[in-house]
């Protein structure tokens, strides 16, 4: 009994970790916060269009042929597309690599120039020029002898794909490639560029994928062959597990858009040919359209072409939708006419989407985190503006203050391949406006808590300037209520300013908010620094405001006259300048400390040559007393040893003082290791002679 009890324990600690892997993963599986709208592809048009040269390419052939990319996935046209389309029909007459035929082209095909389709019938003018087959034989032998690199194999097989009618008597070995490229890939499921070149990287197996794609287009495969690519496509889940996140946005390599980019349409390319594969990666999916849509300012005509090719691999791709919250706030008010928390549902290109049933799972302020409802529907409404979801989100009565909404969608289509939302998160703002209760305002004694009060409702002004002195103190108290509930509302800013327009004198002291009443004294004695008011009459102003209001204000109280003391009247000047409320402070001036005096230029360099003399007088003393000669220094190669070995000390000595100045305790101890070695030997050499000659000198 107890070990069936034990068992049924653990099973149900399993399932509850599933259950929570589970929800981990619904997190991840969310919906982008925008889309490519109209304004970027208007920029982005514009920003191509401005960079056509007077010889109508846009600089080189490939930067030609991005641009020229990136018209046809805006749905424009080129400007000055026939121009353009005789240029690059010369030029490809004259070209000899892999590289630049594949770009002239693919631009030609994009352009649909009037010779531009290689299948369309015999007479067709386009055709692959002689050099250029006879450097994709080289490209297709160096794959069985291990020497070529993924680029030129990549451009090799776009234009035997391309022109395959043509081509159909070269008898191109495609398993060769197939066997080379399948050798590159590492258990990661990166790529190497060639068997001979570098590290796996993830833009080489972008590559890979390309070359696979274009293999099963040219239709020439076998089964073997389309089961080991299909083999290659169920393993880019590997790819996807190496990319990095953040907040919300998923990437490869330090958030190089090309490389995303490639990686994402490069794999949409090779699924494309697998229908029946399920996509293992598309949690990672929302937050690689995230990234896009967030890096969509775009600069140069790279950026373009990788951006919106990145976008378009979700043609292909399971896509992920776009759901906005069409208001950042809603007004708790009783004039409010419009109660409904609207969002809206649009693919990457903002397209509507209406087949989704939208659901707002949980609402609750980021304060308490409690929520205030559960999994309600959103009706579907449909109008000028497009389709959106709605709920009566004030129905629900919210208190005033930041909201995080989670919520869901599901298709209810099967036309599309779309990401369902299993939870994405939004927050908005419930504002309201507030009211002034219980205003009362008084000037007190120091010593005491009571005085004649004056009760003034909202927005009125006193009909009688208050009067105080040094031994006296202002007092106001009040309470801030929701205009529409009417519960005490605390908020933000709430304070009292004082101001003398002649005398530009200002004061803002803060209001403490206690027991759901705000209350304000403040002392004329001039105890503090701040204090330093002088006589004459100051307005009385009262501030309030908060992100959550809808009417943040400042009231002009009334007028009051001080009388203060001499002692107070003398006070130092504050040095605020005359200005608005909410006008900019006055630039601070920053006052540095001034240098030290120093001693003249005499006394510094009588100082230094004492400093350098003495040590050197004292060595020349030295020499002299211990009888200093050069009648055994040694003569011969013995000679150049010596001279070598004081020197390589020198350079030692030379070195120090480099590693005091400038080097590293590394680079120091590099270069030291590598003079020790001369010096060594040098100086082993010299002390050998100096004792041979010691010896030559006993025996004569």
Not at 155 to 173: G, P, R, Y
Request: some cysteine.
């Amino acid at each position: 009994m107890k070990k069936s009890l034990s068992f049924s324990i653990l099973i149900i600690l399993f399932l509850s970790l599933i259950n929570f892997y589970n929800c981990q993963n619904n997190e991840v599986i969310g919906a982008v916060s925008g889309y490519l709208d109209n304004n970027l592809v208007s920029s982005i048009f514009s920003l191509i269009q401005n960079k056509q040269l007077s010889n109508f390419t846009f600089g080189s052939i490939s930067t030609t042929y991005k641009a020229v990319k990136v018209f046809k996935l805006l749905n424009t046209n080129v400007p000055n597309s026939n121009e353009l389309c005789n240029l690059l029909e010369l030029k490809l007459q004259n070209v000899e690599r892999v590289r630049e035929a594949y770009y002239l082209i693919e631009t030609l095909k994009i352009l649909e120039c009037s010779n531009s389709n290689s299948n369309s019938n015999s007479n067709s003018k386009l055709s692959i020029p002689l050099p250029v087959i006879n450097d994709i034989r080289k490209i297709f032998a160096a794959t069985i002898q291990s020497e070529a690199n993924l680029a030129r194999i990549y451009f090799a097989i776009s234009l035997v794909s391309s022109f395959s009618s043509s081509l159909t008597h070269e008898n191109f070995d495609y398993n060769s490639i197939i066997n080379y490229v399948l050798r590159l890939k590492d258990d990661s499921g990166s790529f190497k560029s060639s068997i001979s070149r570098g590290a796996p990287t993830v833009s080489s197996a972008a590559l890979a994928y390309r070359i696979l794609a274009r293999l099963l287009s040219t239709n020439s495969l076998n089964k073997h062959q389309i089961y080991q690519i299909q083999q290659v496509a169920k393993e880019i889940i590997n790819i996807f597990e190496q990319t990095d996140n953040y907040q919300g946005t998923i990437f490869f390599e330090e958030e190089s858009l090309e490389i995303t980019s490639e990686v994402v349409s490069a794999s949409a390319a090779l699924i494309a040919h697998f229908p029946q594969l399920p996509i293992l990666f598309q949690s990672k999916l929302v937050g690689i359209a995230e990234f896009f849509i967030q890096r969509k300012h775009v600069a140069t005509i790279d950026d373009a072409y990788f951006l919106l090719t990145g976008l378009h691999a979700f043609d292909i791709l399971p896509t992920p939708i776009v759901l906005i919250l069409q208001q950042n706030s809603i007004e708790v008010s009783s004039k409010s006419n419009d109660n409904l928390l609207k969002v809206s549902v649009t693919d990457l290109f903002g397209n509507n989407m209406n087949e989704f049933k939208v659901y707002l799972e949980s609402a609750y302020p980021v304060t308490t985190r409690q929520s205030i409802l559960s999994h309600q529907q959103m009706q579907l409404e449909t109008g000028s503006e497009g389709s959106r979801y709605s709920i009566n989100f004030l129905a629900l009565k919210p208190e005033p203050g930041v909201y995080e909404l989670k919520f869901s969608a599901s298709t209810i289509s099967t036309t599309r391949n779309v990401i369902n939302v299993q939870l994405a998160i939004r927050s908005i703002k419930i504002v309201t406006a507030v009211s002034v209760h219980d205003f009362e305002i008084s000037v007190q004694e120091l010593s005491s808590s009571t005085g004649k009060k004056t009760s003034l409702q909202f927005g009125e002004v006193l009909t009688q300037s208050l009067k105080a002195n040094s031994a006296q103190k202002l007092v106001i108290t009040l309470k801030l209520k929701n205009q529409v509930s009417l519960k005490p509302l605390s908020v933000q800013q709430c304070f009292v300013r004082l101001y003398n327009q002649q005398q530009i004198k200002e004061i803002v002291e803060l209001v403490k908010f206690e027991r759901n009443r705000y209350s304000f004294e403040f002392a004329f004695d001039g105890k503090k620094e701040i204090d330093n008011l002088v006589n004459g009459e100051y307005s009385i102003e009262l501030i309030v405001g908060d992100s959550i209001l809808s009417n943040s204000f400042i009231w002009q109280i009334g007028k009051i006259n001080l009388e203060i003391a001499e002692n107070n009247n003398n006070a130092a000047q504050l040095g605020i300048s005359s200005r608005p409320v909410f006008a900019p402070l006055p630039e601070i001036r920053h006052i540095f400390r001034n240098p030290d005096k120093r001693p003249t230029e005499m006394i510094s360099f009588v100082f230094t040559s004492l400093v350098v003399a003495l040590p050197f007088g004292l060595l020349l003393s030295g020499i002299n007393s211990i009888g200093f000669n050069l009648k055994r220094f040694p003569l011969g190669f013995g000679f150049f040893s010596a001279i070598a070995f004081v020197l390589l000390l020198l350079s030692i000595l030379v070195l120090f003082s480099f590693f005091w100045l400038i080097l590293t305790m590394i680079q120091t101890l590099t270069i030291l290791f590598i003079l020790s070695i001369p010096t060594f030997y040098f100086g082993l050499t010299t002390f050998r002679n100096i004792n041979r000659l010691s010896k030559t000198d006993k025996e004569d």
